[in-house]
């Protein structure tokens, strides 16, 4: 008689053929109460080990039983590690912050502060705020791009109500009054994007110049405010969309259109609209995700959004 394979229902494994980096079950694991989330930022914050300022030296520090501190072993000086960081000053559970952070690298698109507020089980203006701290560690770095560079403009902003648009100057001057965004993106790297006051090369050239290096190949569509970038250095060939050309050669923008399409049907989908006054946060997260896609840390994007965590300077904080 053949033997039948047992199946472990209690200690599930992931399949090869799973996409799956980090489960559900092994954030579980690994974070299974506040204790263990402290531990781990006590090790990310101070991986050289607890300086006493007291004792000017590094000791050995010991928890404080039911508070969120660290106890100097030879004079007693109390250390913080929350102290500076999005957690400061929350009554909310260390560990539901961390499965705020899980569940927000474990979507493609993001996730809503009211999908927050449902899956964490906390009131919606904690989970606002859980999400726009989170969010707020989801920045863009100012390192400039380089290579092959493509740069594109696009629109956020709703769609005109049956009745408002009669004639093409109304098509224009609704669009115009969308949010502007002017993004570049290196082909197979890092992407940035930031909202503008216009489309105008008063605004579009100075960007350029702070946010891709000189002699970099750069690739645009037929607007005009592009035309100066040849003059500035750089190698700029365009594709004439208006004629409906989209690709010649190495000659294209798909590859930033692409992550205004990832951009455009996350707002839609997950979020459904954004004010202007808070589009820049969302397109750092987006960006962020972009520019992290390819982490290979165990923990996946998880990681990528737990390397944020950190104390804020003295300086900043005050």
């Not at 709703?158 to 002017?182: H, M, Q, W, Y």
């Not at 589009?279 to 962020?288: G, R, V």
């Amino acid at each position: 008689m053949a033997a039948t394979k047992t199946t472990r229902r209690n200690d599930p494994k992931r399949q090869r053929s799973s996409e799956s980096r980090y489960s559900l079950m092994e954030f579980e694991a690994e974070f299974p109460d506040d204790s263990a989330c402290m531990d781990f930022l006590v090790t990310k914050l101070y991986p050289e080990g607890i300086h006493c300022p007291r004792c000017e030296r590094v000791t050995k520090h010991h928890r404080i039983k039911a508070r969120t501190a660290y106890s100097c072993q030879f004079c007693g000086h109390h250390e913080y590690p929350l102290k500076g960081t999005i957690f400061e000053g929350s009554s909310t559970s260390l560990r539901l912050w961390f499965y705020a952070m899980y569940l927000m690298a474990s979507t493609r698109c993001g996730i809503s502060a009211k999908q927050l507020e449902r899956e964490v089980g906390v009131s919606y203006p904690t989970a606002w705020r859980m999400f726009r701290q989170i969010r707020s560690m989801l920045t863009q770095d100012g390192n400039p791009l380089s290579g092959t560079v493509e740069m594109d403009e696009t629109f956020i902003g709703g769609k005109p109500r049956a009745g408002d648009i009669r004639t093409r100057k109304d098509i224009r001057t609704f669009t115009e009054n969308k949010a502007k965004v002017l993004g570049a993106v290196e082909r197979g790297g890092r992407v940035h994007a930031q909202v503008v006051p216009s489309r105008k090369a008063s605004t579009i050239v100075p960007i350029a110049k702070a946010r891709v290096l000189p002699a970099s190949t750069i690739y645009t569509d037929e607007l005009k405010s592009y035309r100066q970038l040849g003059r500035e250095g750089y190698t700029h060939q365009r594709i004439n969309h208006s004629e409906r050309v989209y690709v010649h050669g190495d000659v294209h923008t798909q590859t930033i259109e692409g992550f205004w399409a990832l951009l455009k049907n996350g707002l839609t989908g997950v979020y459904h609209s954004v004010s202007t006054e808070y589009l820049q946060s969302y397109l750092d997260e987006y960006a962020f995700r972009y520019n992290n896609r390819a982490i290979t840390g165990r923990r996946g994007m998880f990681d990528a959004f737990l390397s944020r965590i950190e104390k804020a300077s003295p300086q900043t904080a005050s």
